[in-house]
């Protein structure tokens, strides 16, 4: 099956830093999506990228899809923005194939 | 809008017996829902994918006999977890893809089941 890794696994951030996320897979996709998994463990949706970009306040991501990565950019994080990042993939059926995430920490 | 519930969003049991999850698709319908586990510190896991009005597909590994799914209509999906075991105890959470459109799942809040 298809693989994604995630970089870097921990990442520890002052408040007011920018940070990129990257999320490499092993295959084409037809589906890429960014989650913030919450301390209560809900998952966040931040963007449904298969490919190009896209921007939602302080976020942006980017997925250039025939190099098979995605980037994920927090501009001037805050200590809400704490938790675990996913990448997640689907190529072919509508299933989803996670990332092993990256644990952000934005410390005042 | 795109809302999906969990019930219950925790649930203690004793060793043997056995717990339903309900996941509900509040503001759309969902031909597909999907049925995830993550262990603590970990990442999630695809347990089974669950169709309406047909049988639900399990990944390798994952007993369909002891997690049992029912996707009775297009905003409700059921995962009965049958004579539960400690090693059962972990976080469940689901998700649904919008009936036709594109590919985003969208997930709930997950149920934390603990088997004593």
């Known amino acids: 099956g298809i693989q994604v890794e995630q970089s870097p696994p921990d990442l520890i951030l002052q408040e007011g830093a920018n940070s990129t996320l990257r999320c490499n897979f092993s295959?084409?996709?037809?589906?890429l999506q960014w989650f913030h998994q919450n301390p209560w463990g809900q998952l966040i949706n931040l963007f449904y990228i298969p490919s190009g970009t896209k921007q939602n306040g302080r976020l942006s991501a980017t997925t250039v899809a025939t190099e098979r990565y995605s980037l994920l950019y927090i501009s001037s994080s805050q200590t809400t923005d704490s938790g675990v990042y996913f990448c997640a993939v689907g190529a072919g059926s509508y299933q989803l194939t996670f990332g092993k995430g990256t644990k952000l920490s934005v410390i005042p | 809008g795109a809302v999906v519930s969990q019930h219950p969003s925790w649930v203690i049991c004793k060793s043997g017996t056995s717990v339903k999850i309900e996941c509900r698709s509040l503001?759309?319908?969902?031909?597909?829902m999907f049925w995830y586990r993550q262990f603590p510190k970990q990442s999630l896991m695809l347990m089974a994918t669950s169709n309406e009005g047909s049988k639900a597909t399990y990944e390798q590994g994952v007993e369909k006999d002891k997690f049992l799914i029912n996707h009775a209509s297009l905003t409700l999906s059921t995962l009965t977890v049958t004579s539960a075991h400690p090693e059962d105890s972990s976080f469940y959470i689901c998700?649904?893809?919008?009936?036709?459109?594109?590919?985003?799942?969208?997930f709930g809040p997950g149920t934390r089941l603990t088997v004593l």
């Open positions: 998700s649904a893809k919008l009936a036709g459109g594109r590919n985003e799942q969208f």
């Open positions: 503001d759309f319908q969902a031909t597909t």
């Open positions: 295959d084409s996709v037809n589906n």
